[in-house]
């Protein structure tokens, strides 16, 4: 990756910062929170003791069932010897919810660095983070298909899927690295998508009206529907889903593109599932999922970096050409299911086509630069198009349920072609197309084969030892074609190869048959690969033609708790995360590469309660501590020894309170939340690829409510109720010396829902 010195960063666009780069080189340039909380609030009915007796016993049964797939095998989240994090989609629907950042808005100790739109930015974990990342350190599924790259060209680090409320079921949140089980990238942990399956013997549908209104922005609208037909009773069923959703935006822009609420467009989906059950050992699952979202602006808004304090105004920045964002996704997979006296062998297979055009405004930087050379510019648009496809097969092979011992083991392989194109040109007073001051194509590939498995012993004191291993090798490739008014024509190829192990030992002992703890230590790791590097008049390169992976340990206690005939639930965790050999963007002679940095390590504790107090009240608490810091110098990035690792804050915590009751007679609840995030630092002091920005600490409170009427339910939230202006990540990319982009967060939004069910 190539970027400039001084305050010229690469994000999305590796190349694109090397044109600053060479410009500075002239001389004359100076709910769920731990525990799923089930069980929701129904109403009193006339003998209200009863009506809580019932219910409570239904509370009861469904605590029992509740169930995720994160040792890709199903069962009770209360057994999963790790951190595992549960959202309703219906609840998050209910709450105005409709991207990432909104999902993971009250999980504790998770963050999404966002780059100023839906689709551009990265998820960590547990604070896992280099602000900004080579490749992801969060793998991201949808059911049992890996998304995204791991190779890295392929922008994985900042494109994680953004996965409308599709027909979607619920998501899993698995924190700490996942590596045994789901691969490469998946060192901070998985965030995994789970759709609604079809359903063989009922015909059944929902449709789901929204309207919103956001404060100084325009008003936003959201329509879905889905029905279920089963084609052949228990043999066949049909699921189709789509959803449309219009944002209002609510950052305006002066200059010669100027423009209110530049941050509105639309997300459009639809997916298609179609189940088969020919025996009853045979399971066939088809689906297709396609997702398009736009965005005519980001919502950047220009701070000074010295004080925090907006540049030009609350909610306004200087633009000088449009920006656009579209990302638009096709996914597709099959899942063979048959069954072998209880046994599971599975055979998925999938194939993903991605395609993103973002169009970014460098002017700001780079016109007072481009005037000291004689080039009067209006404007210096930016476009990178990165377009990706991703097959994957993979064979699972799982033992029965087994009070004694479980097994599991698995082939897997991914074939990725990721392809970059970058254009920084210019526009000239008049609106003429000027000269093109950087041109380039960055064409990638990654390939990966991969074994694994683990076995699970039970005890009848109420031990359980779990061990796992998984073996990769992948091979990679890159092609750097670049050219432009400032550089010489550079064709370069590089390859590499390199294999990985992944580990997994935990053991989980009951105290009783409502309490246990467990012991868990897995490592992580994310491919090396090669370096897209520009040579000298005499061609040799100016930067190392490869880097490592990166690799990492983590050491985890925790307590899984229900007291009080489960009404009070609790966890508690505390880890140990050693990091070597960390892969960072760093500078070389004025351009930035990737490299092998020093160690870091990160020290947490994390805690998740539910209380329900009556049948109508609970409540449930959530909050991280993090300390992550360098143990070495990073000389590339001038991190020091010590320093706080970036896009993590050191406490973070969310509360929220529901109660229901009956209205005329029909169900009704009312609930609060209030989520906390500490400062959180973007970069390091003085660093030229990742400047220091300190992002400020923020708290938010949403109120909520809604009706039960027969089919009918509605729903109102009132989000960011006291209009909090919380900045969610920094994009120093094109910005003036001095002053920083900040995604600012969506001001008071108020919004209504009604779904129907039949």
Not at 197 to 216: H, M, N, Q, V, W
Not at 549 to 569: C, H, I, Q, V
Request: charged share 15%.
């Amino acid at each position: 990756m190539i970027a400039a010195s001084t305050t010229c960063t690469a994000v999305l666009a590796p190349l694109a910062a090397a044109v600053c780069s060479a410009l500075l080189a002239f001389p004359a340039l100076a709910q769920s929170a731990g525990t799923a909380e089930v069980g929701a609030t129904a109403a009193t009915g006339t003998d209200g003791r009863q009506v809580a007796e019932k219910r409570a016993v239904e509370v009861s049964k469904q605590l029992d069932i509740v169930v995720v797939s994160a040792t890709r095998r199903r069962e009770p989240i209360r057994e999963v010897p790790m951190q595992v994090n549960v959202l309703q989609a219906d609840a998050l629907q209910d709450s105005g919810a409709k991207s990432l950042a909104d999902y993971l808005s009250a999980q504790p100790g998770i963050d999404l660095n966002s780059q100023g739109s839906p689709g551009l930015g990265g998820v960590s974990m547990r604070g896992v983070s280099t602000g900004q990342q080579t490749t992801g350190t969060v793998g991201v599924y949808v059911d049992e298909v890996a998304t995204g790259s791991s190779g890295a060209w392929g922008a994985g680090g900042i494109t994680s899927l953004d996965m409308a409320l599709l027909d979607l079921s619920h998501i899993e949140i698995l924190r700490g690295p996942q590596g045994t089980l789901y691969g490469a990238g998946a060192m901070g942990g998985l965030l995994k998508y789970v759709t609604t399956e079809p359903d063989t013997y009922d015909l059944s549908g929902k449709l789901a009206l929204g309207a919103s209104s956001i404060r100084f922005g325009r008003p936003g609208s959201t329509v879905n529907g889905v029905i279920n037909v089963p084609l052949q009773s228990g043999v066949a069923g049909l699921r189709v889903a789509a959803f449309s959703d219009r944002a209002g935006g609510y950052v305006d822009a002066i200059g010669a593109a100027a423009g209110r609420d530049v941050n509105r467009g639309q997300t459009r989906g639809a997916r298609a599932s179609l189940l088969l059950t020919p025996t009853r050992h045979l399971k066939v699952r088809l689906t297709a999922t396609q997702q398009i979202l736009e965005r005519e602006g980001r919502d950047l808004v220009t701070y000074e970096t010295a004080n925090g304090r907006v540049a030009i105004g609350d909610l306004v920045r200087r633009q000088f050409v449009p920006e656009h964002v579209a990302p638009r996704l096709n996914l597709y997979s099959a899942d063979l299911e048959y069954g072998i006296n209880g046994a599971r062998l599975n055979l998925i297979v999938s194939h993903q086509a991605s395609r993103m055009p973002v169009t970014g405004d460098l002017s700001e930087q780079y016109l007072p630069l481009l005037a000291q050379m004689g080039l009067k510019a209006a404007g210096v648009p930016f476009l990178n198009t990165l377009t990706q496809t991703k097959d994957t097969q993979e064979l699972r092979f799982t033992s029965k349920s087994d009070k004694r011992f479980e097994w599991l083991v698995g082939l897997f392989s991914a074939r990725e072609a990721a392809a970059q194109h970058q254009v920084v040109s210019t526009i000239m007073p008049g609106g003429a197309q000027g000269p093109q001051l950087l041109l380039a194509d960055v064409p990638s590939t990654y390939r990966e084969t991969a074994a694994y498995g683990n076995a699970t012993w039970k005890f009848e004191n109420g031990l359980s030892l779990t061990a796992g291993l998984r073996s990769a090798k992948n091979r990679q490739s890159v092609t750097q074609i670049s050219g432009g008014i400032l550089f010489e024509p550079v064709a370069r190829v590089g390859e590499s190869s390199d294999s990985s192990q992944t580990q997994l030992l935990t053991g989980s002992y009951a105290l009783n048959p409502s309490s246990s703890v467990y012991v868990r230590y897995a490592t992580g790791y994310r491919p090396g690969g090669p370096n897209t590097v520009i040579v000298d008049a005499s061609g040799k390169p100016l930067a190392p033609g490869f880097f490592g992976p990166d690799t990492l340990s983590s050491y985890e206690l925790g307590y899984k708790a229900d007291y009080l005939d489960r009404r009070l639930s609790l966890e508690l965790a505390a880890y140990d995360i050693e990091w070597k050999n960390v892969q960072q963007m760093s500078s070389v002679k004025g351009l930035s590469v990737i490299m092998n940095g020093g160690a870091a390590r990160v020290r947490g504790a994390e805690f998740a309660a539910t209380y329900r107090a009556t049948q109508e009240f609970s409540m449930s608490a959530s909050g991280a501590a993090i300390d992550g810091r360098l143990l070495e110098d990073w000389a590339g990035l001038n991190g020091k020894a010590g320093d706080r690792m970036p896009s993590s804050a050191r406490f973070s915590a969310s509360l929220s309170a529901r109660y229901g009751f009956a209205l005329g007679g029909m169900p009704a609840y009312a609930s609060v939340a209030q989520r906390y995030v500490g400062d959180r630092r973007a970069g390091f002091a003085g660093s030229p690829l990742a400047p220091d920005y300190a992002l400020p600490a923020y708290a938010l409170t949403d109120l909520q409510a809604g009706l039960d009427w027969n089919r009918v339910n509605v729903s109102v939230y009132l989000r960011n109720l006291f209009d909090a202006r919380p900045q969610l990540g920094s994009y120093p990319l094109g910005s003036l010396p001095g002053q920083t982009y900040i995604s600012v967060g969506q001001p008071r939004t108020f919004g209504v829902t009604a779904a129907v069910a039949f």
